[in-house]
């Protein structure tokens, strides 16, 4: 439920920043997200330190809190308002 803020923000401002016409921004913060924060914890704490699905879940709410931050902080750089659709 802690996590729940950060996945609002980072859905509505990624959806807002695809609308504007910048679509390639959120998607270099969901790579980021996803390749680097998500899978690597979860692989390695869940499989090799055997925390199992706790890890999953631990690691999806980190990167989703990470998200969420990354996409306010590239939509108050305001760069997507320069998109050219």
Known sequence: AICEPFLALAMTLTGASQGAGDTARPMWVMI??????RLPPAWYFG???GYGAAAAWWAMS??????GLLMAAVWRTGQWREARV
């Open 32 to 37: 980021v997200t996803m390749w680097l924060v």
């Open 47 to 49: 499989l090799h330190l």
């Open 62 to 67: 980190l990167s989703v809190v990470v998200q």
